[in-house]
T-cell receptor
Framework: DAGVIQSPRHEVTEMGQEVTLRCKPI?????LFWYRQTMMRGLELLIY????????DSGMPEDRFSAKMPNASFSTLKIQPSEPRDSAVYFC?????????????FGEGSWLTVV | AQTVTQSQPEMSVQEAETVTLSCTYD???????LFWYKQPPSRQMILVIR??????QNATENRFSVNFQKAAKSFSLKISDSQLGDTAMYFC?????????FGKGTRLHILP
């Protein structure tokens, strides 16, 4: 299995631009998670999906952030407009099931720098 | 609310020594799962070990073991015979329902 695939791996963009991060979960996994990692705040859960449906988006920082999962094999996290404080590593992760404690597998992350 | 606390921001030990990383958590649930993840400089998140709260036996994976104290809500990670490749950030995490929450991490340096 190829694992969780994220793109782009690195992105540098100017403030005010739209940023779209992409994720392909492991085939057969019903849960998909988006995390953000910064030095100050550590790893924060932004939103997660079950069977393509958003279940909890309470971690999404503000209206500039949105996430979609149009099908079982693809999800996007969009920031519009981007700001320098959005600079972080964004991780996508997936698991076969959620509450049963199955392992959550992480992608390699998307490094975002907003200048 | 679910919280995970790692009180040691950074630690250094000599190669081949044993090191223990601390973690405490707060939950009102009786059934939950606990994890330790390793994040090397590559930033990849790697599962080290997991513990199911209803199991009293401490989980072990080769050189890695945990000391799970349910009443004290403590979940420490012991690394035996530490190796240079163990140098990384280590995150303690708690899973309840479908949400996994991470602590702030402990940066571990293994010195040659």
């Amino acid at each position: 299995d190829a694992g969780v695939i994220q793109s782009p791996r690195h992105e540098v963009t100017e403030m005010g631009q739209e940023v779209t991060l992409r994720c392909k979960p492991i085939s057969g996994h019903d849960y998909l998670f988006w995390y953000r990692q910064t030095m100050m705040r550590g790893l924060e859960l932004l939103i997660y999906f079950n069977n393509n449906v958003p279940i909890d988006d309470s971690g999404m920082p503000e209206d500039r952030f949105s996430a979609k999962m149009p099908n079982a094999s693809f999800s996007t996290l969009k920031i519009q407009p981007s700001e320098p404080r959005d600079s972080a590593v964004y991780f996508c992760a997936s698991s076969e099931t959620g509450g049963s404690g199955n392992t959550i597998y992480f992608g390699e992350g998307s490094w975002l720098t907003v200048v | 609310a679910q919280t995970v606390t790692q009180s040691q921001p950074e630690m250094s030990v000599q190669e081949a020594e044993t090191v223990t990383l601390s973690c405490t958590y707060d939950t009102s649930e009786s059934n939950y799962y606990l994890f330790w993840y390793k994040q090397p400089p590559s930033r990849q998140m790697i599962l080290v070990i997991r513990q199911e709260a209803y199991k009293q036996q401490n989980a072990t994976e080769n050189r890695f073991s945990v000391n799970f104290q349910k009443a004290a809500k403590s979940f420490s990670l012991k690394i035996s015979d530490s190796q240079l490749g163990d140098t990384a950030m280590y995150f303690c995490a708690s899973l309840r329902d479908d949400k996994i929450i991470f602590g702030k991490g402990t940066r571990l340096h293994i010195l040659p």
